[in-house]
């Protein structure tokens, strides 16, 4: 069951961190940087901000529109983006990825469109008290429209998923299950195979997000059968301002707009206006070409690393840095249930986390410090905020000690050294 | 920069010990502060004499910075008038912003001088909210009165 420990052994050179680090300009730039805030933002390989560039440089035009050549490529190459999100995630059709702002669009997308079309007073939505904000208030708003009720599953004492809870609080009024697939707070990993199979068998829908999975675990949305997945693409090495929903074809066929504007429509009147076919139905407007491109760029990226190898590399790294911080004296790392993946979230006896992000920035240590857009979490944890360091594939165990390090030193600092 | 700066010996032991830190059962006035970037929460009380300050006092979570500029706040404002408080938050927030101050009165300087060590937040930028949510706090508290009020930083 411990995935994280099974693989420790054999994981070690799974990937080359130091190779990797020069890929990745911002490591040149800043000498002596230990980046560990992938969780909040990974940083971007040259090959994505070079390609970027290059686009603009060779291939701009606007997409879906010009008879030219140069607007033909440009399609191309979006489109061709978009056929890469769908190898990514083993969808089995690219019309099923459906280019967005962020994942935090593509969940209220689903709210919007879906969940305002299908769910009736009294329905309920099923999400857990792990997840961040994005999966939380456009739920919420929703609630407040069309007067569903928003049932929350808690966690269990170890940190992880309460399944019996969880199970229980299925009922044949749940229409949605919205959890995400890898905690941003604790990087407990959820049994999201589990959940898709109990959901459907009371005829629920499920949406994933996948935001701090997708970077780091091999996704097979065809294996997983989840009806919706969402992912952010500056979280998985390419560019800010572009998401990806994905949702099953048989389920977006039945979806209505959620905006309106070109590119998604087929007719236009001013008495009445018929709409394209999934995807354009939902990207009104020029979309992110350039940001998509990008993506595409990093995605291609990770999969020359192997997406085997990542997860490998980061599962030994985080075993790694479990070991080294649950020996620490005074220092208390978040539980997260049997499964753990590249986030290791601390709270250190006497020293608020954000004097430790203080701290430790002196030491070149990025780290994140606060609530981590999952307020209702902590909360329930106890915790006004942690100091979280997450990984990607960059990071080493040179990282991690830096982090031990640091911690260290702020304990001296603060006079609470053990 | 040197994180002593920062933290200065003054600021650990107001951070770790505040002074002041007390609920009032009967304010004349209150008022939440919150930072949302942080979840720093600290509630400020205060009880006038007409202009004068009888008596101030917070309650709160945060930050050694938040905490301690709490405490020292606590300290300097009590028995002032609401015109020396006032004089006093133009003065700190100009100090630790980094913006140009107007000269401190004879008859504060010496408080002005207490809350020096809380000045080496202006080389944080994303500490300067730290060190003012009680003051905010302190004047939201003046305009709400007994009725309480909560600002947030952002």
Known sequence: MTLVTTLRSDARGALDPRAIRRDFPIFERNPGLVFLDSGASAQKPAAVIDGVADYYRSDYANVHRGVYRLSARSTELYEGAREKVRRFLNAADASEIVFVRNATEGINLVAQSWGATFLEPGDEVLITVMEHHANIVPWQLLRDRVGLKLVVAPIDATGGLDMAAFEKLLSPRTKLVAVTQLSNVTGAILPVESIVRLAHARGAKVLLDGCQAAPRLPVDVQALDCDFYVFSGHKTYGPTGIGVLYGKKAVLDTMPPWQGGGDMILEVTFEKTTFQEPPHRFEAGTPDISGAIGLGIALDYLASLGRDAVFEHEAALTGYGVDRLSTMPGVHLLGAGQQRLAILSVHVDGIHPHDLATVLDQHKVAIRAGHHCAQPFMDRLGLAATARASLGVYNDESDVDAFVDALKAAQRMFNVAP | ?154
């Open chain 2, 1 to 154: 920069m040197d994180l002593r700066d920062l933290y200065q010996d003054i600021i650990l032991d107001h951070g770790q010990h505040p002074r002041n830190f007390r609920k009032q059962a009967e304010p004349s006035h209150f008022a939440n502060g919150h930072n949302p970037l942080c979840g720093d929460r600290v509630t400020v009380y205060v009880t006038l004499d007409g202009e004068r300050i009888k008596d101030v006092s917070f309650e709160g979570r945060g930050c050694a910075i938040s905490q301690a500029s709490a405490s020292l706040m606590t300290e300097i404002l009590k028995d002032k008038t609401l015109g020396e408080a006032s004089t006093l938050f133009k003065g700190f927030h100009a100090k630790v912003t980094g913006a140009a101050a107007a000269a401190t009165p004879e008859a504060l300087a010496d408080d002005m001088e207490r809350l020096e060590p809380l000045t080496g937040v202006k080389a944080y930028p994303a500490r300067v909210k730290c060190a003012t949510l009680a003051w905010h706090a302190f004047e939201a508290a003046l305009k709400s009165g007994a009725v309480g009020a909560t600002i947030k930083t952002e």
